[in-house]
């Protein structure tokens, strides 16, 4: 004799750790079979399990008499089973022309802002959620004809983390026919929503045409899904695990940006090359859950050796994606920096300064103020000398201006700094920010890291000497 639904339930939650002892959970109920049918199995256990049940209801107001018959009927059950109910009755028409959503993005928002509001209210640490495998079944049916990839045929989690709250589903498991047999087996009541056979919803036209129709090939394709959903549900959480861990080994983060070596991405197998640019988004933004398949693809082939050695692109929620020559990197950007033009910025240096930090680039210039008999010679591109007496002062740091040009020692003529900044892959994202140094007259000295020019060069019969060193971390 098979075992009672409820203690299937009770076994499938220590399996998959769905709550713990103590725990208070919020059970959405909409006073339909398949909610009404956990409120009872989940107040069945709650002794044993130790368990603290609240219900949440949201009318939504779109079916009138219907909508009012069903929050009365949760209220009267709930009370029924000593269980307190928290009610809403919304006003959505008047919300989804206001932001301007379809009917069932909106009602789906503001029921899980209500189901998310009560769990705070009462310290709860889950919401229980009704859907079961017929749910997971159209679930992956219609992310099938609309295009999805592995996370998407993994269909609906029987947990999920979302903001700061577990979202679970502990009738993935059970069928429609099932639950609607646990009602009639124990006498609980429950509404019918004459909405769910509107073929105007997507999934409305999945459940009662295009599932029926395929079921004449397959009598069995419903669990057929459902058993899909589970493999790459355990193939697509292997995969997320596989690409946490390159995250932590291969990606270095800043501040609201990402950045990672294109040949560490490209070493990768491709569809770990996938997941990981996917994770990378999601961390940097949680608008990013519809970004396509075309648009992943594009920033993954971006970082390939025969693509250009700079690129850039805009992605969903804020992110820019960027190649800059070796690296590749994911910037958080506000509404504000969208169209952002880095300020011009100067700073001066006087005569006896020792240390100057320019803010706006992150550098550090360090001053030494040099005797005949003290004199050093630079030994990197990040050390410059200069011959003081050659020098018109104040000096100054600023950054690039159109057209600058600087006559680089070595060299015949001026080179643009520009085309300096090219030949030395100095990242385009560097560059409006770059520290230049010039004199008093505006002559360009210094690139640091880069070249100097011919002026103010030192010699032995130079009668003092300004050593500048620059650190940039």
Avoid at 36 to 50: K, R
Avoid at 227 to 242: I, K, S, Y
Avoid at 253 to 276: F, K, S, W
């Amino acid at each position: 004799m098979n075992e009672p639904i409820h203690i299937e339930l009770m076994k499938e939650a220590t399996d998959k750790g769905l709550w713990s002892p103590g725990d208070t959970i919020v059970v959405a109920v909409s006073g339909g079979a398949d909610s009404m049918a956990l409120l009872h199995m989940l107040h069945t256990l709650a002794v044993s399990q130790d368990l603290s049940l609240i219900v949440a209801h949201v009318n939504h107001g779109f079916r009138g008499e219907e909508s009012e018959n069903e929050l009365n009927v949760v209220k009267t059950y709930a009370e029924s089973l000593g269980i307190h109910a928290e009610t809403i009755t919304l006003d959505l028409p008047t919300y989804i022309e206001k932001n301007r959503l379809n009917l069932q993005a909106a009602a789906r928002e503001k029921r899980y802002e209500f189901l998310h509001k009560v769990a705070k209210q009462s310290g709860a640490s889950r919401i229980a959620l009704a859907h079961h495998g017929d749910d997971q079944a159209e679930t992956v049916m219609m992310r099938l004809i609309r295009g999805t990839g592995l996370t998407g045929l993994a269909g609906m989690g029987s947990k999920r983390s979302e903001k700061n709250m577990e979202l679970i589903r502990p009738l993935l498991r059970k069928n429609k026919f099932d639950l609607l047999r646990y009602c009639e087996d124990y006498a609980i009541p429950f509404c019918t929503d004459s909405s769910n056979e509107e073929r105007y919803y997507f999934r409305n036209t999945i459940r009662l045409d295009v599932l029926p129709y395929l079921s004449q090939f397959n009598p069995q394709l419903s669990m057929s899904l459902q058993r899909l959903a589970e493999v790459a549900g355990a193939e697509d959480d292997w995969m997320e695990q596989q690409a946490g861990e390159l995250f932590n080994r291969l990606v270095r983060i800043r501040p609201n940006e990402c950045v990672i070596n294109c040949t560490d991405l490209g070493q990768l197998h491709v569809a770990l090359q996938r997941r990981l640019i996917k994770l990378i988004l999601s961390y940097l933004s949680h608008e990013t859950e519809n970004l396509s398949y075309g648009g992943v693809e594009t920033m993954r082939l971006a970082a390939s050796t025969s693509a250009p050695a700079t690129w850039k692109m805009n992605a969903q929620g804020g992110i820019q994606c960027l190649r800059e020559y070796d690296v590749m990197r994911w910037l958080k950007i506000s509404q504000h920096e969208k169209g952002f033009t880095p300020d011009h910025y100067g700073y001066k240096i006087q005569e006896g300064m020792d240390r100057l930090d320019v803010v706006p680039c992150g550098w550090s210039f360090h001053l030494q103020w040099l005797q005949p008999g003290q004199f050093r010679k630079s030994t990197t591109r990040f050390e410059a000398c200069f011959d003081t007496t050659l020098l018109t002062f104040p000096l100054q740091i600023r950054n690039r201006k159109p057209g600058d040009r600087i006559h680089v020692l070595g060299l015949n003529g001026s080179k643009k700094v520009q085309d300096m900044f090219v030949d030395e892959k100095i990242a385009p994202s560097e560059r409006e920010l770059y520290p230049l140094l010039c004199d008093g007259e505006g002559r360009l000295l210094w690139i640091p890291g880069i070249r100097r020019s011919n002026h103010a060069l030192t010699s032995d019969s130079s009668k003092g000497m300004l050593f500048i060193s620059v650190s940039n971390e």
